[in-house]
């Protein structure tokens, strides 16, 4: 684990008050119960989409916001 990640791992941990194992375990435990893949997969895009947010032509975005602006 690169030591970064590990140091962040144990700050997590302290401030649950546990050991960095059942940090671990939690996290684990919590991503399978909700039935999802951790961020940054290749579902992350799949999961975004499945929020039903409003799509259009970027150039249209822009346009609706920049009108919005003017309001």
Do not use: F, H, Y
Not at 11 to 27: H, P, Q
């Amino acid at each position: 684990m690169p030591d970064e990640l590990d140091a962040r791992l144990r700050d997590a941990a302290e401030r649950s008050g546990v050991s960095k194992a059942e940090w671990v375990r939690r996290a684990i435990e919590d991503t399978l119960q909700r039935g999802r893949e951790p961020l940054g997969t290749s579902n992350a895009l799949a999961r975004l989409a499945s929020l039903g947010a409003p799509t259009a032509d970027i150039g249209q975005m822009l346009a609706e916001i920049e009108a919005g602006r003017a309001c």
